[in-house]
């Protein structure tokens, strides 16, 4: 019984890579949103390099100028630009610096926060679980925007504390779910030998419960980088994320409104664009993780 | 049964509680809450007062319990720009964000219900996908960026509808659109879902081998039961949706509660955004409440395991 217990996975794993790795290529393999993802990544590493101009000054004289392609455009500023006379194209590059940085610390404390919460309350149970869960229940009611506005009234703008207001809003998802994950593994075989053996709660919530519930917090912060992008978008837009005058999407857009009525269509479509096409890669490449990697999660 | 609905009574009161300890307390954890109170500038001396005021100089858990007791009693204090009670002029503005509300509603479901019937009937084919693409694109697009492309489109370029403000039906278009997107999307996915399930049960098959034309199949029995979610999910979201709105709000200068909190950030007028926070996730713990009770009513089942 031991020989075949130890042989088997290895044996199976060695037969399902090839096929899991055929699958990926053939089951709807999403290409273009991790490439999107990638590019606007690098975009954000090496923005200084790239952009043409300094995304926070601008010449007055200039202000207003549409694309390039368009009449009164000229090719030292190939997406126009804006109130203020700063390049578009410069901001939109530096733009995707803040998106990354705050999406991806959000959805990583807040991944941290809420799979450790997860797991502490589904494992430990009583009135742990009653705390942390009855806190994630109240936390829910609010509407995730609406909270984030409050407390970002409260704290005041500034991208740090964007990022410390979003992972406070956000955690609680995977808290609720993780949590559900874990109360049916910790009746598993596995686990209940490990407490026979003598391993510590903690010992056993890392080494034990952790690396089976670690797949559906990742498909969850996949799923969350584009609303937790949204968000920033949306405090920055209302004037309590990113002050100015750097260069955020949604703050872009908030500036874009000054010149809509007189129809610069380049100041509210391209920033609202990028937004778009980020958001929805994250959420093309979320939900292929999540009927990849957990079926279970579909109802989400 | 009864056990039942004081069970869910207490959680929600639970929930309450918790919720107002949480803004009770972030709101001394980041700062002096004294000066979130003060009128902007106000002096040292001003500062005094509305910590006597208030009782900022007690213990926090008498604190807590006046801010509590206030709060029952509707005193959510007075807004420092309008110099009106708070829990008034929220009520004044209450109906506007309804009327915004259902207009989004109606136009969700309009758009969610039919592409979500057509998607989960031809599953798997090109509607199917189409409806998924639309979906996607629904939750990946801000609202706020959605009302701004159509007051450019609409409202600079055709000049078909007014950009801003409200009292006519044209208003009340392009904002109702601009919330109602991303709850379409919601709508449709949980339609799509929804008539799958319903479509693979029993009865539906019996309703087939009857020899029942599949139209009539679809409207009459399967269509039924599919619905219950998807509007139990519209009644929820009526009130999420009130409690979303301060982009839409904003962008339209629609004169809602949305718009209020809005106008509460900009003028640092403190008591009017605790106040609409405080009374938006009242109205969502107990709009989950009543639908959690209904439940319970209308299927059995769910009283034993909850």
């Given at each position: 019984m031991n020989g075949s217990a130890a042989n088997s996975p290895s044996a199976s794993a060695i037969l399902t890579l090839p096929r899991?790795?055929?699958?990926?290529?053939?089951?709807?393999?999403?290409?273009?949103?991790?490439?999107?993802?990638?590019?606007?990544?690098?975009?954000?590493?090496?923005?200084?390099?790239?952009?043409?101009?300094?995304?926070?000054?601008?010449?007055?004289?200039?202000?207003?100028?549409?694309?390039?392609?368009?009449?009164?455009?000229?090719?030292?500023?190939?997406?126009?630009?804006?109130?203020?006379?700063?390049d578009v194209l410069s901001r939109l590059i530096f733009g995707a610096r803040i998106s990354v940085i705050v999406g991806l610390t959000v959805i990583l404390v807040a991944g941290f926060v809420g799979t450790a919460l997860g797991i502490i309350s589904g494992y430990l149970g009583r009135w742990v679980d009653q705390i942390i869960m009855r806190l994630t229940d109240a936390w829910l009611a609010?509407?995730?925007?609406?909270?984030?506005?409050?407390?970002?009234?409260?704290?005041?703008?500034?991208?740090?504390?964007?990022?410390?207001?979003?992972a406070?809003?956000?955690?609680?998802?995977?808290?609720?779910?993780?949590?559900?994950?874990?109360?049916?593994?910790?009746?598993?075989?596995?686990?209940?030998?490990?407490?026979?053996?003598?391993c510590s709660k903690w010992t056993i919530m890392r080494r034990h419960i952790l690396p089976n519930v670690v797949n559906s917090a990742i498909v969850l912060a996949t799923l969350q980088l584009g609303q937790a992008i949204i968000a920033e978008a949306t405090l920055s837009f209302l004037g309590v994320g990113v002050p100015p005058p750097q260069p955020a999407w949604g703050l872009m857009l908030a500036d874009g409104k000054k010149g809509l009525m007189a129809g610069y269509w380049w100041l509210t479509v391209l920033p609202g664009s990028c937004i778009m096409l980020m958001v929805l890669s994250a959420n093309l490449l979320g939900d292929w993780l999540r009927v990849k990697f957990d079926p279970q999660l579909r109802q989400l | 049964m009864k056990k039942f609905i004081v069970k869910r009574l207490g959680l929600a009161l639970v929930s309450l509680f918790l919720?107002?300890?949480?803004?009770?307390?972030?709101?001394?954890?980041?700062?002096?809450?004294?000066?979130?109170?003060?009128?902007?500038?106000?002096?040292?001396?001003?500062?005094?007062?509305?910590?006597?005021?208030?009782?900022?100089?007690?213990?926090?858990?008498?604190?807590?319990?006046?801010?509590?007791?206030?709060?029952?009693?509707?005193?959510?204090?007075?807004?420092?720009?309008y110099r009106t009670d708070v829990f008034e002029l929220y009520l004044s503005r209450l109906p506007a964000s309804l009327l915004l509300a259902s207009a989004a509603m109606t136009f969700s479901l309009l758009i969610g219900i039919p592409t979500g019937i057509i998607a989960a009937v031809r599953v798997n084919q090109w509607w199917d996908s189409v409806g998924k693409i639309f979906a996607l694109l629904g939750l990946s697009m801000p609202s706020f960026w959605v009302g701004l492309i159509m007051i450019l489109f609409f409202s600079v370029y055709l000049g078909w509808l007014p950009s801003s403000g409200s009292g006519t039906v044209l208003h009340l278009v392009m904002p109702a659109i601009a919330l109602g997107w991303v709850f379409a999307a919601t709508h449709m996915r949980l339609t799509r879902s929804s008539m799958l399930d319903v479509l693979g049960s029993e009865y539906v098959k019996l309703a087939r081998l009857k020899g029942l034309p599949?139209?009539?199949?679809?409207?009459?029995?399967?269509?039924?039961?599919a619905l219950i979610?998807?509007?139990?999910?519209?009644?929820?979201?009526?009130?999420?949706?009130?409690?979303?709105?301060?982009?839409?709000?904003?962008?339209?200068?629609?004169?809602?509660?949305?718009?209020l909190l809005f106008e509460g950030i900009a003028f640092r007028d403190f008591p009017v955004v605790q106040a609409t926070v405080l009374l938006g996730g009242v109205m969502i713990v107990v709009v989950n409440l009543v639908v959690d009770i209904l439940y319970a009513v209308i299927d059995p089942r769910i009283r034993y395991e909850g």
């Open positions: 899991r790795l055929a699958a990926f290529r053939t089951e709807g393999f999403p290409l273009i949103p991790i490439s999107i993802l990638l590019t606007v990544m690098l975009v954000a590493i090496f923005a200084n390099t790239l952009a043409p101009h300094n995304p926070e000054v601008g010449v007055l004289g200039d202000r207003f100028r549409p694309p390039a392609w368009q009449a009164n455009g000229t090719l030292d500023h190939l997406l126009g630009t804006d109130h203020l006379g700063r609010l509407p995730g925007v609406t909270f984030a506005i409050f407390l970002a009234a409260i704290v005041g703008p500034g991208v740090s504390n964007i990022i410390v207001i979003l406070a809003v956000y955690w609680t998802r995977y808290a609720r779910i993780i949590r559900g994950e874990v109360l049916s593994v910790r009746e598993r075989d596995f686990v209940r030998l490990a407490v026979v053996a003598g | 919720l107002s300890l949480t803004i009770f307390l972030l709101m001394r954890i980041t700062g002096d809450p004294a000066v979130l109170l003060a009128e902007p500038g106000a002096s040292a001396a001003d500062l005094d007062a509305i910590r006597a005021q208030f009782g900022l100089d007690r213990p926090l858990w008498v604190q807590y319990m006046s801010f509590i007791t206030h709060l029952v009693r509707g005193d959510f204090g007075q807004s420092f720009y599949e139209a009539l199949v679809i409207a009459k029995h399967a269509l039924k039961n979610p998807v509007l139990t999910l519209a009644g929820i979201n009526l009130v999420i949706m009130v409690n979303v709105s301060i982009v839409v709000e904003t962008v339209f200068a629609w004169p809602g509660v949305g718009r």
